[in-house]
């Protein structure tokens, strides 16, 4: 498709909306308002691949390097059946085609850092001044892009924040929080663009994912290498498929043939209540227990339904010892394990534990916390976090925006902004040119600036006129954000 197909229908003809002469149009990218509690900064990420993907691949191949002819009959016969009448007009699509590049400027903070609400990411603008009309023109395709990387890398660093929190008060293996966050959601996504947009933005705070086409993603759009550093892993698990076909009746020989034959090393999890739970953890574990402490490697136990935290930690109001009990404290009373230094229960290094189905950040910090109270460091289970995470969000969870905030009209600059009388605040934009300063490592906003103060701080160029100018690496980006 003609990548200047990739908008809203209301876009296309802004360009004549917009007053005569106009020349410049600069707009920012910025979340306006939190919808979660206790998050009031949002990681950036996903930029880089927006205009690797879209600005310079896409637009080269189905844009610049097709007959102009071709391009143009596109676009005009398009929109020509879309709108109806209208003069839109397609002279502007073909001057674009014989200059042979997208004329425009984005600068950006780095990618990984925490950004303030209502501090903006980015901004853009046109490098020529026939092309105003494209700054607002990409909103449409950047918001679609942008805001779900985002998103997820935001929602990952909480749930990194809660996991080190916890490991630092309960557990001796620190390091383990790297896995101890695992990507289940592609299945749950809106397709394979976003599964993987997604992981990405999870496995800057954490190494786990199921999500293979994801550390593609990685390589080709953020420099990484899974040669050389671990960009995603996982480990060798079953589905309900492979024990459902191994029968209700043989379920006890399907674990045995799992831990002796098909893994007899390694990690390898297993999903554990297709029929009954507990019973696998009162007599098939008790049972094979010689057999998985002789393994070179763990064996995890998958529950995957009922509450996450009363299965993990135990039903108070349970109406069995088990149930009671729950799968961490029945895994160490069947294998054991050691108390570390700071007093806290880890299981032996032969079994584990891993929830997967709708962890969410309140239940990951009541299923440490539960842990923590009776005893048991937090690492002792693995987080499955899938789309009941990543998907059930929306633009509007962090009021990601583009808009326009300066404008040049017959060569004299206006500083414009939007501020609706019925809004609460939200859509209150910036006014004029923004700079960016640090402070105390915080990221503040100044705006109504002239263009020689839009020069400094902390935006930097990362693409102008066709070329990208800063092309971060995974690495820098998990550094900072790590950081």
Request: charged fraction near 25%; hydrophobic fraction near 35%; charge should be negative.
């Amino acid at each position: 498709m003609n990548p200047l197909l990739y908008t809203d229908g209301y876009k296309v003809d802004h360009r004549r909306q917009y007053p005569d002469q106009t020349t410049l149009v600069y707009s920012n990218w910025t979340p306006r308002k939190s919808r979660i509690e206790g998050i009031e900064e949002v990681v950036f990420f996903g930029l880089q691949y927006f205009i690797k993907r879209y600005m310079i691949d896409d637009f080269q191949r189905n844009f610049f390097d097709q007959p102009k002819d071709k391009v143009v009959k596109q676009y005009a016969r398009r929109i020509n059946n879309y709108l109806g009448e209208n003069q839109v007009g397609t002279d502007h699509i073909a001057a674009l085609h014989d200059l042979g590049y997208l004329p425009m400027v984005l600068k950006a903070l780095p990618e990984g850092v925490s950004v303030p609400i209502r501090v903006p990411m980015f901004t853009m603008y046109n490098t020529k001044p026939e092309f105003f009309w494209l700054t607002n023109y990409f909103e449409t395709l950047i918001s679609t892009t942008v805001w779900m990387p985002c998103n997820s890398a935001t929602l990952a660093k909480q749930y990194r924040k809660i996991l080190d929190k916890y490991a630092k008060e309960t557990s001796s293996a620190l390091e383990f929080v790297d896995w101890q966050g695992h990507d289940f959601s592609m299945r749950g996504m809106a397709g394979l663009e976003a599964a993987a947009m997604s992981s990405a933005g999870h496995l800057l705070s954490f190494s786990g994912t199921d999500t293979i086409p994801t550390i593609d993603f990685l390589e080709d759009y953020y420099n990484a290498d899974s040669d050389s550093e671990i960009v995603g892993g996982t480990v060798a698990a079953t589905e309900h498929s492979v024990m459902c076909m191994g029968t209700n009746s043989g379920e006890l020989e399907t674990f045995k043939r799992l831990v002796t034959e098909v893994y007899p090393a390694g990690i390898v999890s297993i999903v554990s209540d297709t029929w009954d739970l507990w019973k696998v953890l009162t007599e098939y574990l008790p049972a094979l227990k010689q057999d998985i402490l002789a393994r070179d490697g763990k064996v995890v136990i998958r529950p995957d339904s009922g509450d996450p935290v009363d299965i993990i930690c135990g039903n108070p109001n349970g109406k069995t010892e088990i149930e009671r009990k729950g799968v961490v404290e029945s895994l160490w009373e069947t294998f054991g394990g050691t108390t570390n230094e700071k007093g806290y229960k880890e299981l032996d290094s032969h079994i584990g534990a891993i929830y997967g189905d709708s962890i969410t950040l309140e239940r990951a910090e009541n299923m440490c916390k539960r842990l923590k109270d009776k005893g048991f460091a937090s690492t002792n289970v693995v987080l499955g976090i899938g789309s009941f995470t990543y998907q059930y969000n929306t633009r509007d969870t962090f009021g990601f925006a583009m808009k326009a905030t300066y404008g040049e009209v017959d060569g004299k600059g206006r500083a414009i902004f939007k501020d609706p009388i019925t809004d609460d605040g939200t859509k209150k934009s910036a006014k004029g040119l923004i700079k960016i300063i640090k402070e105390n490592d915080t990221y503040t906003l100044i705006d109504e600036v002239s263009w020689a103060e839009e020069k400094t701080g902390e935006l930097k160029e990362v693409y102008r006129d066709g070329k990208l100018l800063i092309d971060q690496s995974l690495a820098e980006i998990r550094a900072r954000v790590k950081a």
